[in-house]
């Protein structure tokens, strides 16, 4: 090689052939510029009930000498982001888990053999989040929850938790507890945002509920949001998920719009609940949806003003292709889907959601359950669903603030009443409403049945067949009405 010619340089392949100085400096610039990102470095830690290791010297599972106890760990100080492992091994653990860093990975089946790591935990929540974000547990079993307390309890401030594969259990509580609870009060001025719950399965009693949201913050302008809960099973519970408004709170969250935003409830199966299924307080706005969901056996015969999926206060929210068998309450006031408003003020009402493609079957009350009912609601697509056998109206329209609602291609089967226009409850008109290409069949009562000063709806190319005693309108020659009795 002569003097006078430039070596060439071959690393990093990215940079091609360059003079020997250059690529001495390229790389200096690159190992640099690496040097500036934080490294997250996952250090292992293992936890038995019985553990005697200390924190730094943990390397298994296999016996006490080698895991540390859930006291010992809690007490410790920690920034670095962990896995630890919680070792079934040992026995249930009885202690609080109360995570010491943010970006901790809780796992309770580290070696994959199914068997997960259990609490079993006394007058205390099982799992608290301590204010820190980035966690995740996965593969935990919450065998009882006591009185008044949570399984998980997820505190304000902690964001981007994640609950996977875990068993919640809480079969013979003698008070209110709560499979999860996300708990928004005064403490932290801000959302508690990226909240995920999936693949986990709640086992409860009429006296708790699965999944709260808890909003209690009368100081700051905080909410929930980019919440998803997804293919979740909670079975036998007060109310299954729920966004729940404390008195002290609901001030400031009408006057300064706190509704929850980015909330995806979906895939989810519920069985048995003595209230809601679905029941949204809080309001909601934005990009949500409520899909696919299976619940059965919603409210009970005993229990007043049940409604299944009750949406207060929400706007431009999705609710399609669920599946709702069995609707119970004792009293005239209930439905399976309801559009509401919150703190009976006007000015929080629902607004620009669309129900489709549901599937709503059997609701029972004393004088009558309702499919879909729009108590306080404007400018709502109601279109493709499918509701069968109710004691009461299909779909019921109701109060004067409800008005440029839309109903179509909507199937009624087996019901009092198929489209209800007021009722005699709120003795108030509703104004008018849109109703297209919907297929009544089989009503014991009336096809069209309007009260109080309803306007007439606009009603176009509907099928009413079989309705006892005809419509309270007059429906133009676009709709066919057939009558066999």
């Not at 007058?123 to 009185?147: E, G, M, P, Q, R």
């Not at 009408?254 to 209230?275: Q, V, W």
Request: aromatic residues 8%; negative net charge.
């Amino acid at each position: 090689m002569a003097n006078n010619q430039l070596s060439p340089c071959k690393w990093p392949p990215f940079l091609g052939p360059i003079d020997l100085n250059m690529c001495i400096f390229k790389v200096l610039v690159f190992i640099a510029l690496i040097s500036m990102f934080p490294q997250v470095a996952f250090s292992t830690i293992y936890i038995r009930q019985d553990g005697v290791a200390t924190i730094s010297s943990t390397t298994g599972c296999n016996n006490v000498a080698s895991a540390v106890n859930l006291e010992d760990y809690n007490r410790s100080d920690h920034d670095n982001s962990e896995i630890v492992c919680l070792c079934r091994e040992g026995g249930r653990f009885t202690s609080k888990l109360k995570p010491r860093a943010h970006s901790t990975i809780y796992n309770g089946d580290c070696d994959g053999n199914f068997l997960n790591a259990q609490f079993k935990v006394e007058n205390d929540d099982a799992i608290v989040t301590n204010y820190k974000d980035n966690l995740i547990f996965k593969n935990i079993d919450i065998l009882s929850i006591a009185d008044r307390k949570a399984g998980i309890n997820i505190q304000d401030g902690s964001d981007n938790t994640q609950v996977a594969k875990c068993n919640i259990d809480d079969l013979f509580a003698a008070l209110p507890s709560f499979g999860i609870k996300v708990y928004l009060g005064d403490a932290n001025d801000g959302n508690t945002v990226g909240t995920y719950i999936h693949h986990s399965t709640f086992r409860l009693n009429p006296l708790s509920e699965g999944i709260r949201f808890s909003h209690h913050s009368s100081i700051y302008q905080n909410t929930y949001g980019n919440t998803r809960i997804i293919d979740n099973y909670i079975i036998n519970s007060k109310y299954a998920i729920r966004h729940y408004l404390s008195p002290e709170s609901r001030p400031n969250v009408m006057s300064n719009d706190l509704r929850a935003f980015n909330i995806k409830i979906n895939s989810n199966r519920i069985h048995k609940t003595l209230r809601s299924a679905i029941d949204h307080a809080i309001g909601v706005v934005g990009n949500s949806q409520i899909n696919r969901n299976v619940i059965t056996d919603c409210g009970d015969a005993e229990t007043p003003s049940v409604n299944c999926i009750q949406l207060h206060w929400v706007d431009r929210m999705l609710i399609r292709g669920n599946v709702v068998d069995g609707t119970n309450t004792s009293k005239c006031d209930g439905a399976t889907l309801i559009f509401d408003w919150t703190d009976k003020n006007d000015l929080h009402i629902s607004t620009n959601n669309e129900a489709s493609y549901n599937i709503f079957m059997n609701g029972n009350a004393a004088c009558g359950s309702k499919g879909i009912a729009i108590w306080k609601g404007k400018n709502n697509f109601i279109h493709d669903n499918f509701i069968l056998n109710f004691t009461g109206p299909g779909i019921k329209l109701s109060n004067d603030n409800s008005t440029d609602n839309v109903f179509s291609k909507n199937k009624i089967f087996n019901v009092k009443d198929c489209f209800k226009l007021s009722d005699p409850l709120s003795r108030i008109g509703v104004p008018e409403s849109t109703w297209v290409e919907n297929l009544c069949l089989g009503a014991s009562s009336k096809g069209f049945k309007v009260l109080h000063g309803s306007m007439e709806p606009i009603a176009e190319d509907n099928i009413i067949y079989d309705a006892v005693e005809g419509n309270d309108v007059e429906l133009d020659s676009s709709n066919e009405v057939y009558n066999v009795n």
